[in-house]
């Protein structure tokens, strides 16, 4: 289903669709992933497996393997180690407080990179907590989402106080504003073709339109298929979510948000734009959770609709010959 992606790595051990990962940051700080399987009788290095100078020991015979290459650099009870004993080393990057690694189906090297945010670099930005959500959706679905500027008013209208499941929360005593949303999504060109911008308008209208309060600007770089950088920026406060977004199963996935604000933002400031996202991705997990996924979808002549087929054209260039495809669980009923 997908082939060109960052991942995010938040445990010792990972597993995404074909692949296990041994993950572990050496003696001298540099992270490493590894797979996870000893190449000797198969023990799982993740699980249990000690760091030692640069490299892992495996849990069973002690053979140990570094970080960078994979090779096997000693066994215990033998002097010859063998060429062949060795395991895949994947290419990592570690930015903005997040581990990547990359993975494409061909096996081909990174061909762009996520950027650094100078902001959480030198530390005027600091982190103040993260959601995670397991999504059951196609590995399209959220990204998409992004381009979808129709489902704003309908499903993140409603103010934050009226919850997730909007049929049973929804109250007259939120009744009294509503979030208002202007959108636009726009794929960047070469080099940069990897990249959609979304740019949202945000504001709280209340009493029909009588006042607005809390105006907000929010420009979401989607960088690849798994990444998304939110930067808002509001009358108090700036920062940006960082969102992250893996498969655990081929209609399975794991959404991550990190928020990071403004160094000298009370913390409660800071969870409480937490919530609020939480809230509003609850909303649309929702709908994710229960809806099937639409390769064709039927969309109408309108601008709004035509941002959805552009989203689809420019996300079909993380596909390639050999991805996963959705068919396969159609044709062996394996779901
Ligand atoms: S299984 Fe890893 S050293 Fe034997
Ligand atoms: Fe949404």
Redesign the pocket.
């Given at each position: 289903m997908k082939d060109l992606c960052f991942l995010l790595i938040i445990h010792d051990s990972v597993s995404i669709p074909g692949l296990n990962l041994a993950v572990f940051r050496d003696e001298k700080g540099e992270v490493h992933a590894l797979d996870a399987y000893?190449p000797?009788?198969?023990?799982n290095f993740a699980a249990g497996g000690r760091v030692i100078d640069d490299g892992i020991e495996?849990p069973?015979?002690?053979?140990r393997f570094r970080g960078e290459d994979g090779k096997c650099t000693h066994i215990p009870y033998c002097q010859k180690i063998p060429e062949i004993a060795k395991v895949k080393s994947w290419p990592i990057l570690e930015i903005n407080g997040w581990i990547y690694l990359w993975h494409h189906a061909e096996g081909i090297d990174p061909t762009w990179l996520p950027p650094e945010l100078e902001d959480i670099a030198n530390g005027t930005w600091t982190y103040r907590g993260r959601t995670e959500h397991l999504v059951n959706s196609h590995i399209e679905e959220i990204p998409q989402n992004g381009a979808d500027v129709v489902h704003l008013a309908h499903v993140h209208g409603p103010l934050l106080g009226a919850g997730v499941d909007l049929r049973y929360m929804w109250s007259k005593l939120w009744g009294f504003g509503h979030h208002e949303w202007q959108a636009e999504w726009e794929p960047q060109s070469a080099p940069n073709e990897h990249i959609g911008v979304m740019r949202l308008g945000h504001s709280i209208q209340c009493f029909g339109n009588l006042f607005s309060i809390i105006g907000m600007n929010v420009t979401a770089r989607q960088i690849g298929p798994g990444i998304v950088y939110m930067e808002f920026t509001s009358s108090f406060c700036k920062g940006v979510y960082i969102q992250s977004l893996t498969p655990v199963e081929p209609l399975l996935q794991k959404l991550v948000h990190n928020v990071y604000v403004h160094w000298t933002i009370p913390t409660f400031i800071g969870k409480f734009f937490l919530w609020g996202e939480a809230v509003q991705v609850e909303r649309d997990i929702m709908i994710w959770n229960n809806k099937r996924y639409e390769s064709k979808p039927l969309l109408v002549k309108s601008s709004e609709d035509s941002l959805t087929a552009r989203h689809k054209r420019w996300f079909s260039q993380f596909y390639s010959k050999n991805s996963k495809r959705f068919t396969f669980q159609r044709d062996n009923l394996d779901w």
């Open positions: 000893c000797h009788m198969g023990a495996c069973f015979h002690a053979w």
